[in-house]
């Protein structure tokens, strides 16, 4: 498969790339990279060997790493796409193996953990590490789900650090172009609070919905009636617990924030429905369609380089 890639971006080259977390958006990364032609050897290294095989068997790697160290040691491009929890361990077992041509991002939801963590683990070798997310989550999983085109006219937003050269933020953003992906730029501050707000919030709330139905007593029956819309609304639910429990946990200040803001909202609207306020109730559906309207028709467009 080819993927786009805009005629004014350098097509990057990488000798070894090295996929610590060999899933859903680790595998895309490598499928994306190889069918621009953009590596010769893609290695992988995770705690799921059934996972690392089918990722050999769909050819998304060329061969499995023993460790962390032995994926980096001869690689000049690391991408960690574990859970954010598991960061801490990757990047302190990476620093062993860290050379100073080699270059490191993430694909972590959350920014301000993963760079305490890098701190602490490379130390003065910080500059090598280029914190990343791609904007690419599906509810799916796993090697299995992987797809070269999966960052195609995506967004990936870059976090860059002082202490990071010039050259070395370009050549990673370069591998993400050439994946096909929009690159915008972030403070890990900013990024964690934005993202708290449109992708951690919604997806507790359709976590919280599906639990809570599923505790009722007339359960079957109401799943069983459930229909296109709370499938719509309930999708991303099916997406990986213990990726979703860990950005809770690393960004819990600015998502408790959320919830308690979109709580007032649910009282507000309870209220309405309570008092058989119609108008009202009308009024702010109306605002509510149009704002989705503009976003899907890209007037809200954040600017990407």
Known sequence: ????????????????????????????????????????????????RANLDVALSRGIIDRVASSIEEAVAQSDLVLVATPVA???????SIARALSPQTLVTD???TKRDVVRAARLAFGAQIGRFIPSHP???AEHSGAAAARADL??????????????????????????RVCGARIGHMRAEEHDAVFAAVSHLPHVLAFGLVEEFSTRADAARLFGYAAGGFRDFTRIASSHPEMWRDICLANRDAISAELTRFGQTVAALQALVAAGDGAALEARFHAAREARNRWLAGDFDASTD
């Open 1 to 48: 498969m080819n993927v786009a890639v805009p005629s004014t971006s350098p097509k990057p080259h990488f000798s070894q790339v090295a996929i610590i977390g060999v899933g859903l958006i680790g595998g895309s990364f490598a499928l994306a990279l190889k069918a621009a032609g953009a590596c010769d050897t893609v290695v992988g290294v995770g705690r799921d």
């Open 86 to 92: 598991q960061f801490a361990h990757v990047f302190s």
């Open 107 to 109: 694909a972590g939801s």
């Open 135 to 137: 904007i690419a989550g």
């Open 151 to 176: 960052y195609v006219s995506r967004r990936v937003v870059i976090s860059a650090l002082e202490e990071n050269a010039a050259a070395d933020v370009a050549r990673v953003e370069a591998a993400w």
